[in-house]
C-alpha cells in the first residue's frame, strides 16, 4: 500500500479500517517495515530517501549551473519535488544531519561548497568593483553595468555584496562600502539634531543630483540614519544623540 501511494503517502487514521487490525496494530507494523509517520501520513523509507536523492541532486546541479550564488532557495526546492512540504523539510533535515547539504537559512548548498570565482570571473569581479568605487557618490547603475560588463554582471554584484565589499543602496544602484560610511558620517556632521530639511537642502549637503540624491536618502531612512516627515527629512534621535 505505501510503495503504491508514493511520494502522497496513506493517511494514518485510514489504516486499522483498510488493514482490519487495532489502531495499536497500525504503529507497530510500521515500526516493522521501517515506515514514517510525518503530519498525521505514513510514507514508506525509500519514498523518503528518494526524495531526499532528488532534493540532494537539484542542490548539486544548481551549484554548478550558477557557481556565483550562495545556494538554492528552499522554495525553489519545494517547488521541485512534488511531496507535501513537511517530508520534504525530514528530508533535508536528513541530508543535513548526513553533511551531504547545508541549510543557511532560506538557502540550501551542497556540504562544503563556497562560490569560488575562477580567473575570468575575478578579474571581471575586480573592474565592477573598481568602476563604482572611480565614481563613488554616483556610481553606475545595475543596468549599465550590465550592458559594459556582460549578463555575469548581476550575479558578481550581488556577491561582492554578500562579501561586503558593496552596499545595495537600490534595486538600481550599488555603493561600495566605504562611500557608504562616507556619507552617513557627512550627514551625521552637516545636519543638526533637530531640524527638518528639504531635499534641496540636503542634494546640497551630499553634492549629488536628484537621481541619486533620493535612492540615497531613502535608503538612509531604511536603515535608521533618517527620518522622513511631510516637511522633509531629519537625522534619527539616537544618531543625533551619538553625534
Known amino acids: 500500500m505505501l510503495a503504491a501511494a508514493a511520494v502522497a503517502g496513506i493517511q494514518l487514521t485510514t489504516l486499522p479500517v483498510r488493514l482490519g487490525i487495532p489502531e ?7 515500526r516493522a517495515i521501517g515506515a514514517i509517520t510525518v503530519d498525521g501520513r505514513i510514507y514508506a523509507a525509500e519514498v523518503v530517501s528518494a526524495i ?7 542542490i548539486s546541479a ?7 550564488e550562495p545556494g538554492v532557495s528552499l522554495q525553489t526546492l519545494r517547488a521541485s519535488v512534488r511531496a507535501a512540504s513537511g517530508v520534504i523539510d525530514l ?3 536528513r541530508l543535513a544531519e548526513e553533511n551531504r547539504v547545508e541549510l543557511d537559512r532560506a538557502l540550501a548548498r551542497p ?6 570565482l575562477d580567473a575570468a570571473d575575478q578579474a571581471l569581479s575586480d573592474s565592477i568593483l573598481h568602476e563604482i568605487c572611480a565614481q563613488p557618490n554616483e556610481p553606475p547603475g545595475v543596468q549599465e553595468l550590465g550592458a559594459k560588463f556582460g549578463n ?3 550575479a558578481l554584484l550581488r556577491k561582492l555584496e554578500r562579501d561586503g565589499e558593496l552596499v545595495r543602496v537600490s ?8 562611500a557608504v560610511s562616507e556619507i552617513v558620517e557627512l550627514l551625521k556632521s552637516k545636519l543638526m539634531p533637530g531640524r527638518v530639511y528639504s531635499p534641496a537642502e540636503l542634494r546640497d549637503v551630499l553634492g549629488v543630483s536628484r537621481k541619486y540624491l533620493i535612492p540615497l ?23 543625533a544623540q551619538q553625534a
Do not use: I, M
Open 111 to 116: 556540504f562544503g561548497w563556497k562560490p569560488r
Open 52 to 58: 531526499a536523492d532528488s532534493l540532494s541532486t537539484s
Open 171 to 178: 534595486d538600481e544602484r550599488y555603493y561600495s562600502q566605504a
Open 217 to 239: 536618502l531613502e535608503f538612509c531612512d531604511r536603515t535608521g540614519v533618517t527620518e522622513r516627515s511631510s516637511e522633509g527629512r531629519a537625522l534619527v534621535a539616537e544618531r
Open 62 to 68: 544548481h551549484a554548478v549551473n550558477f557557481p556565483l
Open 152 to 154: 555575469k554582471a548581476q
Open 91 to 93: 528530508a533535508l533535515a
Open 24 to 30: 495499536s496494530g497500525v504503529a507497530s507494523a510500521a
